[in-house]
């Protein structure tokens, strides 16, 4: 106690300064050492020495007291950032100079976890260059960027950006006050989309130019060699015939996937019978499935409401089903086009419908599934390409229930046959048959 009451009072010295050389010299004069007149002129003459230390030694103890206040407003101008460092998307990291974890937002707790306080940050992101970027920040206190990719619990791209943060004071060694921010910005949807079109300009010059070149090289041969020959003649003009109708086919696909990612954003609103468009597509198709000596029976709800849509997209949605299944289903079997109402849709909550079609085929193995609505993707190219297909066709299934505000679900089992399941909302008001 007594230890805090002195430092109380040496806090307060420079206070009682101006007085201590009146007090001296007072004392001199009541001793009679000093007389009255030399007194004065000697603190006359002290007196503006004295008044400029005083003011030096207010100022140091001023800015001795202004230090712990200063460290204060740091640290709770920390605490009160919190709630702005956390409505930021990106992951964002505050580490001091021995790289320990200082503050970190909701996304980078998300991202890494909620223990981040404290760690050193070669241990919350275990990546070469992500430490490397840190270091440099560190040393240099220039900004440094990497892009980063981690594989776990999938695969997931970044921008790592690391940014010193200027305090001042030139720290060397950790006291708990940020030198570098690390934000992570997530780039794996704009990896995928470059991904994509990559391969699907890949894919789509590799369709027409196969086709493309067995035209150019049966007009050649029909130029050259076959130039008199009626029967070679024939048959290649047939074979180039079929070279051209598979081009056209391909260009009509890529058309029209084209036109429906484009509205894909845009929810239809038309009232659509469903049952009269299942109706047309079994009509349609009924002489492909008679040369195949296979039947398509059709088992529908008779209170099918309709769905909200549009007639032409969902035509074209049941039409390439049904043909896959007429195509890849073993001759002689049935297709069956099954729908029933649904009470309650998990994905909208509200009512809607489900039709299923279904071949006895060979089926699909199970690593096939999700990859079957991806462009040019086949299980048996050679068999696909042989019936015609163009590998887009499930592509633009699925953008067209995905316009609609469905789902697509695939089950197959090998030697059974495949199921494709179309789940498609209807309006509330129409719930019923209406």
């Known amino acids: 106690m007594a230890g805090v009451v002195a430092r109380e009072m040496l806090r307060g010295w420079w206070k009682a300064a101006p007085a201590l050389p009146a007090a001296v010299l007072a004392g001199l004069v009541a001793s009679g050492e000093l007389h009255v007149a030399h007194a004065l002129i000697v603190a006359v003459a002290c007196a503006p020495a004295a008044y400029v230390y005083w003011r030096a030694a207010r100022a140091r103890q001023i800015a001795a007291e202004a230090r712990p206040a200063e460290a204060s407003a740091s640290t709770s101008g920390i605490a009160l950032a919190q709630p702005v460092i956390d409505v930021i998307p990106d992951a964002l990291v505050l580490l001091d100079r021995a790289r320990r974890v200082v503050e970190a937002n909701s996304a980078a707790r998300e991202l890494f976890g909620v223990r981040l306080v404290g760690r050193d940050f070669s241990q919350v992101l275990r990546h070469p260059s992500a430490v490397e970027a840190m270091d440099r920040v560190l040393a240099s206190s220039s900004i440094s960027r990497e892009e980063i990719t981690l594989l776990s619990p999938g695969e997931r791209h970044f921008m790592l950006s690391a940014l010193p943060i200027a305090d001042g004071r030139g720290l060397t060694a950790a006291d708990g006050t940020p030198a570098v921010a690390i934000a ?119 209170a099918m409401p309709p769905v909200v849509g549009d007639a032409d997209q969902l035509t074209q949605v049941f039409q390439n089903l049904i043909d896959n299944a007429i195509k890849y289903a073993r001759a002689g079997t049935a297709i069956r086009v099954a729908g029933k109402v649904l009470e309650r849709l998990p994905e909208t909550g509200g009512p809607g419908v489900a039709v299923k079609v279904v071949n006895e085929g060979e089926g699909i193995a199970r690593e096939h599934l999700p990859r079957l609505t991806d462009r040019f993707y086949r299980v048996d190219p050679a068999r696909s390409r042989q019936k015609g297909g163009t590998g887009l066709g499930l592509a633009i299934v699925k953008h067209i229930v995905n316009r609609h505000r469905g789902r697509l679900l695939f089950e197959s089992e090998l030697g059974v046959g495949t199921t494709v399941t179309v789940f498609l909302p209807a309006r509330a008001e129409d719930h019923g048959g209406k």
């Not at 704009?190 to 130019?209: G, T």
């Not at 009626?230 to 070279?243: G, K």
């Not at 109708?245 to 009509?252: E, N, S, V």
């Open 184 to 302: 992570l910005h997530e780039i794996t949807a704009l990896k995928r989309s470059e991904q994509l079109r990559a391969d699907f300009v890949a894919n789509a010059s590799h369709e027409l130019r196969t086709p493309l070149a067995s035209v150019i090289g049966f007009i050649e041969t029909l130029q050259g060699p076959a130039r008199g020959d009626p029967a070679a003649q024939e048959r290649f003009l047939e074979i180039m015939s079929q070279e051209s109708a598979r081009m056209a086919r391909l260009i009509d696909d890529l058309l029209s996937l084209s036109r429906i990612e484009q509205d894909e954003h845009v929810v239809p609103s038309a009232r659509v019978d469903l049952a009269h468009v299942i109706d047309g597509v079994v009509e349609a198709l009924s002489l492909a499935a008679r040369d195949r000596q296979m039947t398509i029976a059709v088992d529908l709800d008779a």
